[in-house]
């Protein structure tokens, strides 16, 4: 009689064989450490003190705390769509770490041996919550004071990293400002074609802290629209919250397509430096053609670079400032490449060098940028549909759709909030091993090692293998040590 518990046999070898068994396996051990971390942060007591929860408290089987736990860990974990708290409902080392309760009983809750209970509406939480409560917690997130506070969250949760793992404020630090693209499918409200990426997109703006990569605010915006639209009120309140958190702001770096003049006035009137990169125009390339000429002597085999001070004062501008011009000798090719930055810092207190050397290590938070859509991937996909059922009964009277738009921006937020506790795993990996992580590296040598739950009389054992347990080791005793920031 075949064995009931094998599922498989490969024809490559025939002494190979795949069985399922009843035990409590997880693919998802590194929830325990994200899970340290959040409470090291104070995160979800702090957001929990500031977000309404708008439920009647008789009918809660999940607790607000439950279940921003779950949104945040599934995304960081590499699960971005709502069903998949469905998936890994019954998944031990998920259910542990977002858990209000302590001892076993998230592992025990409504079980009989060999298969979980599927008791409606328990007082307790038996699993994970299904994906029609996690579209509901969206929903209650997604007014616009419930937004403002999902949005204040990303620095605090910043400046609460920064104390937790350096212990004060930073004297000086650097805010990036950059716009990027998250490509959707179908007709999501607000989002459009976008002729420069080629795709149908929202245009979200985002500020990253230029020397840790923190995540600073975030803003959902429309698909079509331009890269400096709603930057000036994204920008100025943000700098005066990162002075009041993190520390005194020395410098904004922004691309090509922000240097505007209300933008560029108002970082003037609040006297914060600021160094852009100018978009190419004839005025600026009639300006630049005499410099052009490679100077006398032998080319280097390696690209070289040098800068040429100017004045320039566009049509928009309402008076002259201070311009580089950066001029490119890449070897193998024939003509010279050149980009312009503008600046409010004067030549004596920073060089075009020191000024060009400062725009290039954008280049860092443009990788920040780029892991947050990559590897942290919030799945914008809510959209109008009015509902003509609830849990198999019709609805009586109309139902007003959702407001998709307010939907996506809540998804990306908290894509934002589990992208800064992802980087604060990361933080702690590179000070305990000097060496620098991405965090799909992260996720796949730390937080997703094959693992498994062992119970006994009072204790769970969550055991993993021995090629990541020397790291986890050091991670965890570090961990430990930090003491937690005041919620």
């Known amino acids: 009689m075949p064995d009931q518990n094998i599922v498989f046999r490969p024809s490559f070898n025939s002494s190979v064989e795949v069985e399922a068994r009843s035990e409590r396996l997880t693919n998802t051990p590194g929830a325990v450490l994200l899970r340290e971390m959040l409470d090291k942060l104070g995160m979800v007591p702090w957001l929990g003190a500031r977000l309404s929860d708008p439920r009647r408290p008789e009918l809660i089987t999940y607790p607000l705390s439950e279940l921003l736990r779950t949104r945040l860990l599934l995304l960081a974990m590499g699960y971005s769509d709502q069903n998949d708290a469905d998936f890994l409902r019954d998944d031990p080392s998920l259910l542990v770490s977002v858990s209000d309760r302590r001892g076993l009983s998230p592992l025990l809750s409504g079980r009989t041996e060999g298969s979980p209970s599927r008791e409606k509406n328990p007082p307790v939480p038996q699993h994970l919550a299904s994906q029609p409560t996690m579209s509901r917690l969206v929903d209650m997130l997604s007014s616009e004071p419930q937004r403002a506070v999902l949005r204040e969250g990303l620095l605090e949760s910043a400046a609460r990293r920064n104390e937790l793992m350096r212990g004060a404020r930073m004297r000086y630090i650097t805010v990036d400002i950059d716009s990027f693209p998250i490509e959707v499918h179908g007709h999501q409200p607000g989002s459009a074609y976008n002729g420069h990426y080629g795709t149908r997109i929202y245009h979200p703006l985002v500020a990253t802290l230029g020397e840790t990569g923190d995540l600073l605010d975030l803003t959902l915006r429309e698909g079509e629209v331009h890269t ?260």
């Not at 390696?302 to 800068?307: I, L, P, V």
């Not at 312009?340 to 920040?368: D, I, K, P």
């Open 228 to 487: 400096a639209d709603g930057a000036v009120d994204f920008i100025v309140p943000l700098l005066s919250r990162v002075e009041k958190k993190l520390g005194q702001v020395a410098a904004v770096r922004i691309d090509a397509g922000f240097p505007e003049e209300k933008l560029l006035s108002a970082l003037d009137e609040r006297r914060t430096p600021y160094v852009a990169r100018l978009r190419n125009n004839p005025a600026l390339d009639r300006m630049a053609e005499p410099h052009l000429r490679r100077p006398p002597g032998r080319r280097p085999a390696s690209e070289r670079s040098w800068t040429v001070e100017m004045s320039y004062q566009a049509q928009s501008w309402s008076r002259p400032r201070r311009v580089v011009l950066v001029v490119l000798d890449r070897p193998g090719e024939l003509f010279l490449h050149y980009f312009w930055l503008v600046t409010n810092w004067t030549a004596e207190q920073v060089s075009g060098e020191e000024l060009l050397a400062t725009y290039r290590q954008r280049g860092g938070a443009e990788g920040f940028m780029g892991e947050l859509v990559n590897a942290i991937g919030p799945v914008l996909s809510a959209t109008a549909r009015p509902k003509s059922h609830y849990r198999g009964a019709s609805i009586e009277g109309p139902s007003l759709p959702a407001d998709g738009f307010a939907h996506n921006e809540v998804t990306l937020l908290l894509g934002g909030l589990a992208y800064n506790l992802m980087h604060a795993a990361r933080m702690l990996v590179e000070a305990e091993t000097g060496h620098g992580m991405s965090l799909k590296t992260l996720r796949q040598r730390v937080l997703t090692v094959a693992s498994r739950v062992v119970l006994h009389a009072r204790r769970a054992t969550l055991v993993i293998g021995e090629m990541a347990a020397s790291l986890w080791q050091r991670l965890g005793a570090r961990l430990t040590k930090l003491r937690p920031v005041d919620t």
